[in-house]
């Protein structure tokens, strides 16, 4: 294919082509391109400098390390010296991690959806070098496929317009950096009541797949705050079908190829209507906010399948995802050395070759594994099985005569013996990057799980990560950095980060009582609330007041893979009310909710985060003191009498009567002074709404009294 080069534009001071640019950054995703022929930058002011002094456009490309079609962008293109001469001759090729730069990201995202409808990664931009965006897809092949134009026809034809049709390209940079630049929706002077709560369950129940579980159609990711706002309403709201929703999508998902039954834990997200092809990432988001889930529907329920889900997910993330300082790395990618889900992914041979005939067999029934191969058109060449449980485990016990028990046990051993056979293989690699919002999520679910289950360990872990986080991407000054990795703790913190690590020292300090977390995340929320907060027209913005702000500082609350910043912000500062008694954070979560509601109520089902916390807000919440000793078989008692119910507006506070840590509590909660322990016994007061009744010391008491409240709410 011939090209026509670009007419000449005079002399310009040509650079050196330097590879290498990318190989001093800290991102996996970065790394990954540090070797193509491409003269990648980073993001930053060499690139733009350049690009203005040479009077050339910017190529930006934007992925992240664990992206599937990313990397087949990178090995069809990026790889490639006929693309790369292109780049490297008309344009400065700029790469960035979506997430270590989730600010740019928003920011082109939203760019390409108003020039094309959509969005996705590898997000490919082409702007000006004052940042402006004139051309947006997603992946590009190399050559035209279809209705894909191939970059080695679309680089040559872009750079010729910027030499012929300047004006009109500026025209439409202007154009949609005008629209990024936007104010949103006015703030409303209503405030939320429960119809958006009514109108969000009633979207959901129109767009719930009654047969497969889930929402709408393929592909369908998890949404976990969904499954949490369902649970949520229906215990609140006495919907009963609310909660058999939620649980169908939670077996269902348990049940599907979207869950690893081997190693425990979630894939990003299913191909198929009935969750049984997954996309097969593991982001440590998902399994964070799937713990949460299956943690509150064992609560709810009491099923034990939903504590063993739970339980699998946590072993996987402490496993396979620790980092040795004691965080959480971000994510594992879906390809190994052997293509796309690979490592997950079994022949009929394979089955035999570890089980033998008889326990693979029995595998084939449990797992629905076919000679043939259930995985469709995988491209691989051969057969092969991803494993789902197609049948409940008690059909197949009867069709094969064993005992429940004893089918579970032989069950058991093949998923050891598959999981070390699988260990044997390469596996994905690990995005192991530290992130103060991934990591704030599953500090918050394991400090759930560990006072849900009784279980001392899932709590002592949550609380090393986060140790971790505040000794890595703490500043010293109360503020937060984004990321850190391989010693180096860089970029200012976003909304993100501040919110999901309040939220995650809120539920350290109810699972410990350690009165450090709670005043760590007052802290933290003043932090928060000085640079991101939005004095005159309520809720928080994404970026601090004084970071690198593109086209204006945007306020989101719309519930992506993870709830918005601000729908968790909000009930941070109603819980933030509820621990300390001050009215300020009640009023900021009250001019929050308005500046969003308006929006919202467009589409409540779409803000379910923001929507359980406007159920907290208005609901009859519960606020129990406990004082007692702290370990004395009497306060754990009253302590267990709590926990051991699904209460998602309850708040419970521990007033020490003796030793560490007795009387900070009242500094930070001034109402709880002068409530202590009555006739020598661990003494719960409880509260709900606005009234609070006679303290109790009984432990059947309390749980009467609870269960009462809980009826009536």
Partial sequence: MERDPPPATGE?????????????????????????????????????????????????????????WCHVMAHESFEDEEVAALLNRDFIAIKVDREERPDIDSTYMAACQQLTGQGGWPLTIIMTPEKKPFFAATYLPKERRFALHGLLELLPRVAQAWHTQRSELLRSAERITGVLMEPGPETSSRDPDTLILDEGYQDLLIRFDADNGGFGTAPKFPSPHVLLFLLRYGTNHHAGRAIGMAEATLDAMRDGGIRDHLGGGFHRYATDARWRVPHFEKMLYDQALLLMAYTAAFLATGKTRYRETAEEIITYVCRDLAVPEGAFASAEDADSAAGEGAYYLWTSDEIRSVLGPDDAVLAGMVYGLLPGGNMPGDGSGEPRNILYRPVPLADIATSTGLSEPALAERITAIRQRLLAARSLRPRPARDDKVLADGNGLMIAALAQAGRAFNNRDYTERAERAMASVLSTLGTGTGRLLHRYRDGEAMIPAFADDYAFVILALIELYESTFDPRYLAEAVAKEEAF??????????????????????????????????????SVAAENLIRLFHLTGNPAYEDRANQLARAFQGRVRDRPSAYCWFLSAIDRALGASQEIVIAGDPGAGDTEALIAVVYSRYLPDATVLFSPASGPGTGALADLAPFTRGLVMQVGKATAYPCTGNTCSMPVTDPAELAAWLDLKKKKT
């Fill in 12 to 68: 310009t001071r040509q650079e050196p082509p330097v590879h290498n640019r990318l190989i001093n950054e800290k991102s996996p995703y970065l790394l990954q391109h540090a070797t193509n022929p491409v003269d990648w930058y980073p993001w930053g002011t060499e690139a733009f400098e350049r690009a203005a002094r040479e009077d050339k456009p910017i190529f930006l490309s934007i992925g992240y390390a664990t992206c599937h």
């Fill in 529 to 566: 609330e000085a640079h991101f907060f939005d004095w005159d027209h309520g809720g928080f913005f994404g970026v601090a007041d004084d970071a690198e702000i593109l086209f204006g500082r945007k306020k989101e609350c719309y519930d992506g893979a993870v709830p918005s910043a601000n």
